[in-house]
């Protein structure tokens, strides 16, 4: 059965902080991704990556960044939290050969106030 | 423009009612086009894509490339079909660009 684990469910930091999201897969899958998901707006994409120290701009990169040092593990990073980033942050994997299913975590609710 | 558009942000219908929720895309290539569903506390996940052209939970969903569309339907609906539903659509490897999204819910 495959797991995606986001390492907060709910996550409250202060305007200006550095913000630490994480999201382990323990399917050995070579593609990971990070959205996020607001009310009106569906699923919109911030990251990928395909490989290990490899990553991709989704839709909407600005004020974000990754980091892939091993294969299980994708974190995303706001250097500088703001209040237009509280949003709920959904993690998300997917085999190299499976262009279709997304394997999703349970989401992380972050507020920055 | 690689673009998914659900016009519905909000449906409700009766239990035993038909339901179909709409998808409509734009896209210059030849679209992959996937539903994911998230129930109330649980993970979003996918549904059915239309390549395999199945019936999931009584959900179909049938490509119409002349409309540059992918409804969702299901002939008499069921109260455990209430969640969230969101269009995909395959832009290139890897890269789902997905709609709004719609709530449905199921009155009894």
């Known amino acids: 059965d495959v797991k995606v684990t986001q390492s907060s469910r709910y996550l409250v930091k202060r305007t200006g902080e550095k913000v630490f999201l994480e999201c382990v897969q323990d399917?050995?899958?070579?593609?990971m991704f990070w959205y996020r998901q607001d009310p009106g707006l569906g699923l919109r994409l911030i990251y990928f990556s395909y490989d290990v120290k490899m990553k991709e701009k989704g839709d909407i990169p600005e004020g974000y960044s990754v980091s892939r040092e091993k294969k299980e593990r994708f974190s995303l990073i706001l250097e500088s939290a703001s209040t237009n980033q509280t949003s709920m942050y959904l993690c998300a994997s997917n085999p190299q050969a499976n262009t279709y299913e997304q394997y999703f975590g349970p989401g992380t609710r972050l507020t920055v106030t | 423009a690689q673009r998914v558009t659900q016009p519905e942000k909000l449906l409700s219908v009766f239990k035993g009612a038909p339901v179909e929720l709409k998808c409509n895309y734009s896209y210059s290539g030849s679209p992959e086009l996937f539903w994911y569903v998230q129930y109330s506390r649980q993970r979003l996940q996918l549904l059915l894509r239309?390549?395999s052209r199945e019936s999931i939970k009584g959900f179909t969903a049938d490509l119409n490339k002349g409309e540059t569309s992918f409804h969702l339907k299901k002939p008499f609906a069921q109260e455990e079909d209430s969640a969230m539903y969101y269009c995909?659509?395959?832009?290139?490897?890897?890269?789902?660009?997905f709609g709004q999204g719609t709530r449905l819910t199921i009155n009894p």
């Open positions: 239309h390549i």
């Open positions: 399917m050995d899958h070579e593609n």
């Open positions: 995909a659509l395959n832009v290139r490897a890897q890269k789902l660009v």
